[in-house]
């Protein structure tokens, strides 16, 4: 198949229009997302957020997308949702470069805080055998197969609920996040960009890769999941500082919430 420059709507993504990158898969009817000024109160922004099709995608178009990425520059993402926020651009998209300032155990250390002093005593024990005391990232896993397998794997279960898809201009999954402006866990977080340093951190420690994003969702493939209960236990306190919603509305504590972490190849959040 021909190589061929970007389309002129893909190249407005970039500050440089798109420059040499190029996409040799042909794309489904879309258009770009701008963000809604009312909603991101910085009036008309420079660039579009991100381009969306006009119909659900299979997970087919995703994994050739995502085979594109090294030369399109564009991440493929699942949209759930996709009025809302999607089509009415419901987002505040950021400078990728400033992740950089941030790490997964900075702010796994300062969530951590921050809610254990605000816990009453009796609810740490949600928390072990951790409790008042942060554990820090846990160490990496070991791959079972290559990320991007897995990636198209669960890109092509979570197709299923008939999503359209999305493209960002973005150099890795965790970076999309911020550079969409997705604001799903912002009643956690009111800023996506130290959480989009976890992921990053994920990406690098767990092989995870970013498939598919929601009003309040995201959800992850993991190359390297935690294979026994010690390590399970330690990724399950970086999920519960990154979205305790995870634990508390659902095993209820780390030991239970672990259990679902072993082997996993997909890592699902929600925020209330």
Known sequence: MSDHRLPRELGELFA???GDRRLPVALPPGEVVWPDPGYTGQGRAERPAFWMSDEPATGADWARLRACHPHSGLWPLLLDESAQPWSI??????DHRHIDHFTAEGFMTEVWQEWVT????DALEELEPYGAIC?????????????????DWLAGELAARGMPLGLVAASRGADALAVMGWQGALHHNEWMV????????????????VVSVGFNTLDLSVAAPPLDREHALHVAAEHWAFCPDN???GAGDLEGY??????????SFWWD
Do not use: I, K, T
């Not at 605000?118 to 005593?121: A, E, I, K, R, V």
């Open 118 to 121: 605000q816990m009453p005593s």
């Open 258 to 267: 672990a259990a679902q972490l072993v082997g996993g190849h997909a890592w």
């Open 194 to 209: 130290p959480m989009a340093a976890v992921v990053r951190s994920w990406e690098d420690r767990f092989g995870a890769r």
């Open 135 to 151: 554990p820090g990232p846990a160490p990496r896993g070991v791959p079972l197969a290559e990320p991007e397998a897995v990636a």
């Open 16 to 18: 440089d229009g798109g």
């Open 247 to 249: 634990v508390v509305q």
């Open 89 to 94: 651009g419901q987002v505040v998209p950021d």
